[in-house]
């Protein structure tokens, strides 16, 4: 078997090559392509699982931060209606409190479900899978068939 000036893979036949001998090297040569593929695939998948795990320690942060921020902000609009209730003279100050607290955790828990549903929807509507590497060995696959 000879290479041809060391490129790898490019082998040149001579005559007294045989079929067997040409057969086998299409077949090693063919394992070769099946690896390669896979092993792109799996680099390909690594690839979109880092980008992933990175996007979501990106999200947790910003959602850490969010939250304390909107803690902060909920407390605030929640003792500002407490004070409104207090002052128009119908409620005691702890039941202003509270009445003001429910209010504002009401509205957040119906504004948290709405968006954690689109967030939901926009979640099962992603496709983590590599379109292309499995279109690619699909199509090696129905090439390396031989249909009798």
Do not use: C
């Not at 082998?11 to 092993?39: A, C, F, Q, Y």
């Not at 699982?49 to 850490?64: H, K, N, T």
């Not at 939901?120 to 379109?131: F, G, Q, S, T, Y």
Request: charged share 20%; net charge positive.
């Amino acid at each position: 078997m000879h290479r041809s000036d060391g490129i790898p893979g490019a082998d040149t036949s001579t005559p007294s090559d045989s079929l067997p001998v040409l057969v086998g090297r299409l077949g090693e040569d063919i394992g070769r392509l099946v690896d390669s593929k896979l092993n792109l695939l799996k680099i390909e998948i690594q690839d979109d699982l880092r980008s992933y795990f990175r996007g979501a320690v990106q999200v947790v942060a910003a959602g850490a931060v969010a939250a304390v921020g909107f803690g902060l902000v909920s407390v605030g609009v929640a003792l500002f209606v407490a004070t409104l209730l207090a002052r128009s003279g119908s409620l005691s100050g702890p039941t202003a409190q509270a009445t003001g607290f429910v209010a504002i955790g009401l509205l957040f828990v119906g504004g948290g479900a709405i968006v954690g549903r689109l967030a939901l929807a926009r979640l099962k509507r992603a496709d983590p899978i590599p379109e292309r590497s499995i279109q690619e060995l699909e199509r090696d696959r129905k090439w390396l068939r031989v249909d009798k």
